[in-house]
């Protein structure tokens, strides 16, 4: 069965669009306005770092050549924190509330260490009970993280069947009770990553939407 990478296809972006310069979620500063997506398995805190401090080294050979080349030559520092990143936004592997409330020690070493320069960061959450998913998002919180994402994306089996991620898209009562839960458990921003909906008899996108808003 062919994949959907076997026949690559070149996009390029329309005339007269940009990426936004930044984005305020909350009291986070997202700048520029681009998030690098929860990938399980690969967005783990050594491919964070490596990803915040690449694209702080290719910003810096654009804007300041001459200061880019001191440093990597003599090692001397300087204050490329300071410029802007090409990621605005990381985000952890997505975790399992059940799993952190259960286990709470070895999932957040597993999942949700993060190191100081990866502020601004957000720790992606899936579970499908409220009481639940609102306790990992307090750990969360403790934790230092700036956001905490809930995952109503996830299409994998094994998650969709104990009515996680996409498969939460099901029982939209049940989602408000979630998103209700959560904040009121924590104060930092909560953000949402969701499908249109179930199936393409069942979009939900714009009702969800709204529920968030609420």
């Known amino acids: 069965m062919r994949k959907s990478w076997d026949n690559p296809v070149n996009h390029t972006m329309p005339e007269g669009v940009c990426v936004p310069a930044e984005v305020q979620i909350g009291n986070v500063r997202v700048r520029p306005a681009t998030i690098l997506a ?3 398995g690969v967005t783990d ?8 401090n690449a694209s702080v080294f290719c910003q810096a050979a654009q804007e300041h050549p001459p200061l880019l080349q001191r440093v990597l030559s003599d090692g001397v520092e300087a204050p490329i924190s300071n410029f802007q ?9 997505f975790t399992s509330a059940d799993g952190l409330a259960r286990c ?3 999932r957040r070493k597993r999942y949700l ?3 100081e320069d990866e502020h601004p960061i957000s720790a992606q ?5 409220p009481a639940i998913v609102a306790d990992a998002a307090r750990v ?6 700036d956001l905490v994402d809930l995952n109503l994306g996830c299409p994998a089996k094994r998650v969709v ?3 996680g991620g996409s498969g939460l898209l099901r029982d939209l009562p049940q989602i408000r009770r979630i998103f209700e839960a959560v904040r009121t458990a924590v104060k930092i921003p909560f953000t949402v990553k969701f499908r249109i909906g179930w199936s393409d008899a069942e979009i939900v996108c714009v009702e969800l939407a709204r529920l968030a808003e609420d």
């Open 38 to 40: 929860p990938m399980a």
């Open 45 to 52: 805190t050594v491919f964070r770092r490596f990803i915040r």
């Open 85 to 93: 990143s090409g990621c605005g936004l990381i985000m952890t592997e």
């Open 104 to 106: 709470r020690e070895s």
């Open 113 to 115: 260490t993060f190191y």
């Open 125 to 129: 959450l899936f579970g499908s009970d």
């Open 140 to 145: 969360v919180e403790d934790l230092g993280f």
């Open 161 to 163: 069947k104990c009515n």
